[in-house]
């Protein structure tokens, strides 16, 4: 069955679905013995399929991973970085980074800190993010200065970035100090440097951002070992069957508004 090579990749855990269509635009993947294009579509069972002048096939897919890692600040959260940087690959020991394929889940931009997804589960990956398949995301958060009730309830309604409103977020006040204040943001999707970008729209630039929490899935919890920044530790099944199953509720979802607009 056909399918774009960016997906074929993603499924047998060779790099997420990004990852992919930078490696093809980066000419190292080859269908046939000729340089694939993005969006071309491919049979596994029929096409031959290359990266860097190696062929690659489902057999070769390794056994499926999920971290939870506690990303430093000065980390970039890629798998690449053409300037040179440590990416949140190279906190992993070499036996988890060759050949298995692991990525970041979504970003945390370079100075931020906090909880990130790695897997090689390019499905999951996908699905989680998607952007109409929002999952809420829990930040701790230092913003120079004092920002008014009315400042924080427009945040909470939304703030045009890009000629686009955000979507709704949960703002709320946990200390005032003498010159800052410290707030706890959630949201339930993830544009670029979104809370910065608000923050500093608003007038009240973000000092220090710590994500805590994907969903029910906490940096810290009692029951476990305090995880330092730069550590990691595997997802618990619980973990892993909170967004498999967070996936395909969203999936039924989308597939019940495709048939209802087809009936309207």
Not at 192 to 213: F, M
Request: hydrophobic share 35%; aromatic share 4%; charged share 25%.
């Amino acid at each position: 069955m056909e399918a774009r090579v960016q997906k074929i990749l993603a499924q047998w855990g060779i790099a997420s679905r990004r990852e992919a269509e930078e490696m093809i635009r980066r000419s190292r993947v080859q269908i046939n013995g000729v340089l694939a294009h993005l969006g071309q579509k491919v049979d596994p069972q029929k096409d031959k399929i290359s990266v860097d002048g190696k062929p690659v096939t489902d057999q070769q897919r390794p056994p499926l991973i999920y971290l939870l890692l506690h990303k430093p600040a000065g980390v970039v959260s890629t798998c690449y970085d053409p300037q040179g940087r440590k990416t949140v690959l190279d906190l992993l020991p070499l036996e988890l980074r060759a050949g298995s394929g692991l990525h970041p889940v979504g970003r945390l931009d370079a100075e931020s800190t906090g909880i990130l997804i790695l897997t090689n589960d390019g499905d999951l990956t996908f699905g989680l993010t998607h952007p109409s398949h929002s999952i809420s995301k829990t930040y701790q958060v230092l913003v120079k200065g004092h920002p008014s009730e009315a400042v924080l309830e427009m945040w909470c309604q939304g703030v045009v970035l890009d000629g686009r409103k955000t979507r709704p977020a949960k703002v709320s006040l946990i200390k005032t100090l003498a010159k800052d204040t410290h707030l706890e943001i959630v949201l339930k999707e993830g544009r670029n440097r979104q809370i910065r970008r608000v923050a500093q729209q608003l007038g009240y630039p973000v000092i220090k951002l710590h994500r805590t929490s994907i969903g029910p899935i906490q940096l810290q919890t009692p029951k476990l070992p305090f995880l330092h920044e730069g550590n990691y530790r595997s997802l618990k099944g619980a973990e892993i069957r909170f967004l498999k199953e967070h996936i395909t509720h969203l999936l039924i979802q989308d597939s019940a508004k495709v048939r209802s607009s087809k009936k309207a």
